[in-house]
């Protein structure tokens, strides 16, 4: 047993301000997300001991809400590369554009950054058995960390998630509760799943810990920019786990002294025009967003028709000064095959949704020359290989 130093203090509700002790298990309660609070103050480390450290993620284990080192779960995920793409940057009509490869983590998406946290979380809680709702890739991450820890782990899926995700699910032995529908059905099955068996949920937003581990992505472009930030980050966005994390990773830096409030980037939420609730709520400019019916997308894990972050989301976005921009699927398959093809990186769909929509911002004058322009491979392509090759 080992401290890992963090200056973890408390969680706080987003919404309401609440504040509640640390071991507080009672999630989800309805309309409520828990945010870890940090002591800034007591956090002694320097960007040296930052470059020092390697191995995973947990190298931020000081602004990361695990206190105990046998309760961290990990797989070597994070420290993903940061790929400068040059023709795809001339497409975009910028200077700079560097995709950050999440494709390379343990099961091959950002999904593990936040199943590492979280089922570190459940391990902290004394947790011995977890579920979720999931389009498909956070379903296989949880399962593989739940494997890893020895955690029982329920997982329901929506009947259309790839063969890929459903295979490797049930091969790390947790149950996989295939459901009829789209993701909404699958988080009516789950829900009505955990009231009746009291498991506990590491579905988005129902614990304080998973959009914690998805921060790291924001520190590592920090140190992997040369402690600088770009100008602009283009996010494809479901439920927004990993635009908060990145938008709290700023802000922790911001709070460290080791960034200015102006070099800020601008964080743009990417949506597939089959199903866009907060583009739709950022051009309409309301607080939230309202359901987006009949979603319709071949991109399922930004098909998320009903995100309740979004008020959170939604402020994000605009206080960073970033925007909203649709892209159709066949929009998003050409710009994954683009990465293919012009850089070598290997994205699925959902990122492609990322990328069409860098393109999108950058013809419609939203970027400048000189800007440098950071877009989220969250998944590799072998996830949707079919939908990206012509065989
Ligand atoms: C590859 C990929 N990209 C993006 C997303 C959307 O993630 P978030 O919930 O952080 O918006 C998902 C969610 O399933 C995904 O699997």
New binding site residues.
């Given amino acids: 047993m080992a401290d890992t130093n963090s200056a973890l203090t408390h969680f706080e509700d987003v919404f309401s301000g609440d504040t509640y002790e640390t071991d507080f298990t009672a999630f989800p309660v309805e309309d409520q997300i828990l945010d870890p609070q940090y002591d800034y103050d007591s956090v002694d480390i320097t960007r040296d001991d930052w470059e020092q450290r390697h191995g995973s993620m947990w190298k931020y284990r000081e602004l990361l809400p695990i206190t105990d080192t046998d309760n961290i779960v990990s797989l070597g995920e994070g420290e993903t590369p940061l790929i400068s793409a040059d023709r795809l940057a001339e497409r975009a009509g910028v200077d700079r554009l560097l995709l950050k490869d999440?494709g390379q983590n343990p099961t091959n998406?950002?999904?593990d950054r936040?199943a590492s946290a979280s089922i570190s979380g459940a391990v902290q809680q004394g947790i011995d058995e977890v579920a979720l709702a999931?389009?498909?890739?956070?379903g296989q991450a949880a399962s593989a960390y739940a494997a890893r820890a020895g955690l029982d782990c329920h997982v329901f899926m929506n009947h259309q998630a790839g063969d890929i995700q459903k295979q490797m699910t049930d091969a790390h032995g947790a149950q996989l509760h295939l459901v009829d529908g789209k993701l909404p059905e699958a988080g009516s099955a789950f829900m009505e799943d955990l009231e009746a068996n009291d498991r506990y949920s590491v579905a988005?937003f129902h614990t304080p810990f998973r959009?914690e581990g998805?921060k790291t992505m924001g520190f590592e472009l920090f140190e992997q920019l040369d402690w600088t930030t770009p100008d602009h980050v283009v996010?494809?966005?479901?439920?927004?786990?990993?635009?908060?994390?990145i938008w709290k990773a700023y802000q922790e830096l911001l709070e460290l002294g080791w960034l200015d409030e102006d070099a800020m980037p601008a964080l743009h939420v990417a949506q597939s025009s089959g199903n866009a609730p907060i583009v739709r709520a950022l051009d309409e400019k309301t607080d939230a967003h309202t359901v987006w019916e009949n979603p319709n997308s071949i991109?399922?894990?930004?098909e998320?028709p009903d995100?309740g972050a979004s008020p959170w989301l939604i402020d994000i976005v605009t206080e960073s000064g970033g925007t909203g921009v649709q892209v159709s699927d066949d929009t998003a398959i050409e710009a994954a095959r683009d990465s293919a093809r012009l850089a070598g990186v290997e994205v699925?769909?959902?990122?492609g949704?990322?990328l069409a929509g860098a393109m999108k911002l950058g013809a419609d004058g939203v970027f400048d020359e000189s800007d440098e322009v950071v877009v989220?491979n969250?998944?590799a392509g072998c996830?949707t290989a079919h939908h990206l090759s012509s065989l």
């Fill in positions: 999440e998406t950002f999904k936040g999931t389009a498909g890739n956070a988005t959009h998805k996010y494809p966005t479901g439920g927004g786990v990993g635009l908060v994390g991109a399922r894990g930004v998320v995100p699925c769909v959902n990122p949704v990322a989220l969250t998944g996830k």
